[in-house]
């Protein structure tokens, strides 16, 4: 089935570094999603974006968070800088309109 | 609060029988999805339901919107069906903002 991609699976930084997630998302949706989910809690939505623009933002994506998708390429999270409460497992999705998301596999984020 | 809650939270089940899980939904929700996660963590799309009731296979799925729940059912349970299960539904808004259950560990024996 369609896949959503997500470079790299893991990532290690120290803390007020900046870091960029990657997502290659499946190639005909138009819906773009970040969630992020703290080891032992729920899966929770940060942010979706569609036509260049963020549509919704959580009150997780902090103003250290930004999102883009330069010339239909990778969907990206960037935190800038970062901080210990940003390690996570941060999940990126896609989708068409009005149908089911597609989620990657996660990336582990592990801010030192 | 809390949007979506599942149950149960643990389910075991021998090979050859089934069960149901359940989200009950504490507001008007206007889609769910059901998710099966693998053993690598890997979300598996199992169903996405606007309304009514969908089958695949050994599973099948049901939502109310209006009585603000969602089902799962499984029968005939085999061991490779066992892994965390998890429903996720969007409020009225359409813009795939997903509230997820906090899943339920199935854990199929011989």
């Known amino acids: 089935g369609p896949k959503v991609l997500q470079i790299p699976s893991h990532q290690i930084i120290d803390m007020g570094q900046m870091v960029t997630l990657n997502c290659d998302p499946v190639?005909?949706?138009?819906?773009f999603y970040w969630y992020k989910q703290i080891l032992g809690q729920q899966m929770e939505f940060l942010v979706n974006?569609?036509?260049?623009?963020?549509?919704?933002k959580s009150k997780l994506f902090k103003d250290q968070f930004s999102v883009e998708r330069p010339d239909g390429s990778y969907f990206t999270l960037k935190i800038q800088p970062t901080a210990l409460e940003d390690s996570a497992v941060y999940f990126c999705a896609s989708s068409l309109p009005n149908e089911r998301l597609f989620f990657g596999h996660g990336t582990k984020l592990s801010v030192l | 609060g809390d949007q979506v809650e599942q149950s149960p939270s643990a389910l075991s089940l021998h090979e050859g029988t089934g069960s149901a899980l359940r989200c009950n939904f504490t507001?008007?929700?206007?889609?769910v999805q059901w998710f099966r996660k693998n053993s690598r963590g890997s979300l598996i799309n199992l169903f996405y339901l606007a309304s009514g009731t969908k089958e695949n296979g050994r599973l099948k799925s049901a939502f109310d919107s209006k009585e603000r729940y969602s089902t799962l059912h499984i029968r005939d349970a085999q061991l490779e069906d066992s892994g965390t299960y998890f429903c996720?539904?969007?409020?009225?808004?359409?813009?795939?903002?997903?509230?997820f259950g906090d899943g339920t560990v199935l854990t199929v024996k011989p």
């Open positions: 996720a539904a969007e409020a009225g808004t359409n813009t795939g903002k997903l509230t």
């Open positions: 507001t008007t929700m206007r889609a």
């Open positions: 190639s005909n949706h138009l819906y």
């Open positions: 974006f569609y036509n260049g623009k963020v549509m919704e």
